[in-house]
């Protein structure tokens, strides 16, 4: 490998590795701190199911901003690095794994959500934490293979 690729290559890895920890750390953070106190402030459903709104409002467009930024990078990654191809590419099924449930809950399960009456609120919380759950799971995989796949890389 060049020089020039190989510096391009770390820069790649840089930009692919601090988004991938961003996404990370904003779903664990949203897990783990935010939505427990969220219930916790907001035991009236109504006044919950507001703030959850204007909370999310607005962070669909970024999200996939980032989701296409990591599968980008790990296409260019793949390209440059073709010894290491097959761990970028499972990257790349893990992202896009990911970002398909981003997809459905931000085009199908908020705006479902929305309209739900009162009873129905608590199904789709739990249903969300789900899709959390799993795209937390996708996106913690895909970041340690990447991490794995880069380590000699970067060394």
Same mark, same amino acid.
């Given at each position: ?14 930009? #692919?590795?601090? /988004?991938?920890?961003?996404? /990370?750390?904003?779903?664990? +953070?949203? &897990? ?12 009236? @459903? #109504? %006044?919950?199911?507001?703030?959850? &709104? @204007? &909370? ?14 990591? /599968? ?5 990654? =793949? =390209?440059?690095?073709? %010894? ?7 990257? =790349?099924?893990? +992202? ?6 981003f ?5 199908r #399960? ?9 009873? @129905? ?14 795209? /937390? ?5 895909a970041?340690?293979? =990447? ?9």
């Amino acid at each position: 490998m060049s020089t020039s690729v190989g510096t391009f290559a770390v820069i790649l890895v840089l930009v #692919h590795l601090t /988004l991938a920890a961003v996404w /990370l750390g904003s779903m664990v +953070y949203s &897990l783990v701190v935010v939505q427990p106190r969220v219930a916790r402030f907001f035991p009236d @459903e #109504h %006044q919950r199911e507001d703030f959850l &709104l @204007e &909370l999310a409002s607005g962070n669909r467009w970024p999200v996939a901003g980032v989701i296409c930024t990591l /599968l980008l990078t790990d296409s260019g990654l =793949a =390209a440059l690095v073709p %010894q290491r191809v097959v761990a970028y590419g499972a990257v =790349a099924v893990l +992202y896009a794994a990911a970002g398909a449930v981003f997809c459905n809950v931000s085009w199908r #399960h908020w705006p479902a959500r929305v309209f739900a009456s009162v009873n @129905e609120l608590a199904g789709f919380r739990q249903r969300l934490r789900w899709q959390a759950w799993i795209m /937390l799971g996708l996106v913690s995989a895909a970041f340690v293979v =990447a991490l794995a796949a880069s380590v000699r890389m970067v060394a």
